[in-house]
């Protein structure tokens, strides 16, 4: 996919397992001298059986097969799949075709195709993500149309392991890219032999809501770790969840509107088209053939507000808050943090930009930001909050080049103070105090239950007042 503009943070789905070998060896191999190969390719030749393809930076000259779909926007191109598949679980019956302009092939269209093998990284060999094997700079001849497509493959509950990755080859710095793929003992081996090919999937629940993009992320195992919402729980970076894909559709959203999903709704029917990977989400069905939403009627959650005797303590993410962002945004966000947060002594919050956001020219504070947000709070009946913060190296701590984010403190002098322990900043080293109560060492405080609330993304939870933090005291 072409890289594009955003907010949202890239996925990390393989980075884990993946980045040393894209650093290290498949630019090498991307960029060798294209050398031509004179015998009958197949797609299965080019796709191997394993991440990179064997023939990398050869060309390759009428490669035969059907169009299953076109993209023509974003990374321009189209799929194509082998009707003749081998005996060999491994290897993709289909590729990507990159055009850089619009296609003038159809779905059905049988062609031949000539170009150079490569291996395109979405988001850079930096990122970590997972390759793409592809024909580039092709020429492609059109031999009939209106030809069945290849039988898709139907990704199930079934169909993908419940493992996520194997492990890595310690001679290859832990990279797995060497490794025989074994598509019936890992989730991601088995969607890499599916790379390009035509699948589809049956009725499946939204885990992930319709995004500003136009996707959306469903899961083909209902019963993995599933939660009360709707959604389901995610582990960690070494441990996906492998029932998971993006959606998108090939259709361009001036022509068909993507549909509106929340989640805990399903994507009903059939969804069908080529497998792709995606910058920010992972395996992405790119679809010919569009679900429809059946809405399940997801309601945002509200905390009650804490009682005299209470200290309420919150978490909320507000995705990269800058004073440039429409003033809707601010007065959403700040509505949830009255009414569905009910005001939180505490308020930890994520992802605060600093005063001019993605605008890379130094600026550290985030002041104003603050002063935006915390004045919206105030606007939609919430308390006048208090803050602190530290502002960090600039371009130092992640987020969007230039936006600086950070996490800050709020809280309600009118509930409790903050203690001050001598200046600091993002260079002064952390030390940890334990407090010590009647019984010892305060023990470490549980993690909040977390749980979405749109907009924004949030957690809370409430301690007796008896017990506060060393950093806090309860009026």
Request: charged share 20%.
């Amino acid at each position: 996919m072409t890289a594009r503009p955003s907010s949202l943070p890239r996925s990390a789905a393989v980075a884990a397992v993946v980045a040393t070998a894209l650093a290290g060896g498949l630019l090498a191999g991307s960029a060798s001298a294209s050398a031509s190969t004179t015998a009958e390719v197949r797609i299965h030749d080019i796709q191997g059986t394993t991440r990179i393809s064997p023939l990398v930076g050869q060309r390759v000259t009428d490669v035969s097969g059907i169009v299953t779909g076109v993209r023509t926007y974003g990374s321009k191109g189209f799929w194509f799949q082998d009707p003749r598949a081998d005996a060999d679980a491994a290897t993709s019956e289909g590729v990507f075709v990159f055009t850089s302009s619009a296609p003038t092939v159809a779905v059905g269209d049988a062609v031949k195709v000539s170009g150079t093998v490569g291996e395109y990284v979405p988001g850079g060999t930096s990122s970590g993500n997972q390759s793409l094997t592809q024909i580039s700079k092709p020429a492609v001849t059109v031999v009939s149309s209106g030809n069945a497509l290849p039988a898709p493959v139907t990704v199930s509950a079934k169909s993908v392991p419940a493992a996520y990755a194997p492990e890595g080859d310690p001679a290859a710095g832990g990279s797995i890219n060497a490794l025989p793929l074994d598509p019936s003992a890992y989730a991601l081996d088995y969607y890499e032999s599916l790379e390009g090919s035509n699948i589809r999937i049956g009725s499946s629940r939204v885990v992930g809501a319709t995004d500003p993009h136009a996707e959306l992320w469903v899961t083909v195992k209902p019963e993995e770790n599933d939660n009360r919402r709707g959604g389901t729980v995610y582990g960690s970076y070494t441990s996906q969840n492998t029932g998971r894909l993006q959606i998108q559709q090939l259709a361009p959203v001036s022509q068909q509107p993507f549909p509106k999903a929340n989640v805990g709704d399903v994507l009903s029917g059939t969804t069908e088209g080529p497998l792709d990977f995606n910058q920010y989400g992972g395996y992405t069905l790119t679809a010919r053939t569009l679900g429809t939403v059946t809405d399940r009627g997801l309601e945002r959650e509200s905390t009650r507000p804490q009682h005299r005797g209470e200290l309420a303590v919150a978490t909320y993410n507000v995705e990269n808050l800058d004073p440039g962002d429409p003033q809707a945004k601010f007065d959403a966000l700040a509505a949830a943090v009255v009414d569905n947060l009910a005001s939180p002594d505490i308020l930890a919050l994520e992802e605060i930009q600093d005063d001019n956001g993605a605008k890379n020219d130094g600026t550290v504070s985030a002041g104003e930001t603050l002063k935006k947000f915390t004045a919206a709070i105030a606007a939609a009946g919430g308390p006048s909050y208090d803050w602190r913060t530290v502002d960090p190296a600039d371009n130092k701590d992640g987020g969007e080049p230039g936006g600086n984010i950070r996490q800050v403190f709020l809280f309600n002098p009118e509930r409790v103070s903050f203690t001050d322990r001598g200046a600091g900043d993002a260079a002064t080293r952390d030390r940890c105090r334990t407090g010590e109560g009647p019984r010892g060492p305060d023990p470490l405080p549980r993690p909040a239950s977390t749980r979405r609330t749109r907009p924004g993304r949030t957690a809370a939870s409430r301690s007796p007042a008896s017990s506060p933090s060393t950093a806090v005291r309860s009026s």
